[in-house]
């Protein structure tokens, strides 16, 4: 079976390339730890449903279920030993995720920036824009290849290398908040936010690297929540419920 060509864009998305992070936590469902299979079909079929509306689809992934360089787990470790082993997490998670993708017929590479060639490809820059061009979902493992930087700086940095129109962030909430609404009520959502404003309040959605990154490459973050059906679809057509980090004026 021939692979299909790259999807028609259509009008009603707001973005059409994109580069969605996930949480290595959100693959755990209702779990504590590792990655629950259906979790995993329900955000392929998110991404399906995406793909077939006409956008360019990359996933960065994290590793907090399985490690995470900077968890109490890792206490009393050498901090780069540490983050290698949250980015060996990482490509556990995106193989899991390329599995559930290509269960329900969508093209899946995932790139890994430590070479692992008995599993993976390589991640060359020129190759992974190719896959995208040929309409594949293309998934970013292992961080940046380097200790010290996060998953969420290797989105930052994947969506610029990729030229992407927005990075799209599945959280556990339906945007951004002044501080955690699960324990304080009185939070306050934000719709839209600069990227300025992201760092002086110290509000956490992303490192500052990343949104430095993010800043510097003009690239917009959507804040969405990954654990509600249709999530990925209102990030991308600005329907859903979302706060959007931009510097552009509403």
């Known amino acids: 079976m021939n692979e299909p060509s790259a999807s028609k864009p259509s009008s009603s998305l707001k973005y059409k390339r994109i ?3 996930i949480s290595g936590e959100a693959l755990m469902g ?13 955000i392929a079929n998110e991404v399906k449903d995406a793909k077939e509306l006409g956008a360019e689809i990359s996933l ?21 030993s540490a983050d290698y082993m949250g980015m060996l997490a990482t490509v556990m998670n995106a193989l899991a995720v390329q599995n559930a993708l290509e269960s329900i017929g969508l093209y899946t590479r995932v790139l890994s920036a430590i070479e692992m060639t008995a599993i993976c490809e390589p991640y060359i820059r020129r190759r ?3 896959h995208m061009e040929k309409g594949r979902i293309v998934i970013f ?27 799209l962030k599945g959280t556990q909430v339906d945007g951004v908040y002044s501080a955690d609404p699960k324990t304080n009520p ?3 959502r934000f719709e839209q ?34 654990g509600k059906s249709g999530g990925v679809i209102g990030a991308l057509t600005g329907e859903g419920p979302s706060t959007v980090i931009t510097d552009e004026k509403p």
Do not use: W
């Open 19 to 21: 580069l969605l992070k």
């Open 30 to 42: 209702g779990g504590q730890y590792g990655i629950d299979n259906d979790t995993c079909k329900r």
């Open 60 to 80: 960065v992934i994290g590793g907090g279920n399985i490690f995470r360089g900077v968890s109490p787990a890792a206490q009393g470790m050498e901090r780069a």
């Open 128 to 130: 992974a824009l190719r």
């Open 141 to 167: 493992a292992a961080g940046t290849g380097n200790p010290f930087f996060t998953t969420d700086t290797a989105a930052a940095l994947r969506a610029a290398e990729m030229g992407c129109d927005a990075l």
């Open 186 to 188: 009185d939070a306050e």
């Open 193 to 226: 936010l600069s990227y300025h404003e992201v760092l002086m309040r110290d509000l956490r959605v992303m490192d500052q690297a990343a949104i430095s990154l993010t800043r510097e490459s003009g690239i917009p973050i959507v804040v969405f929540p990954i």
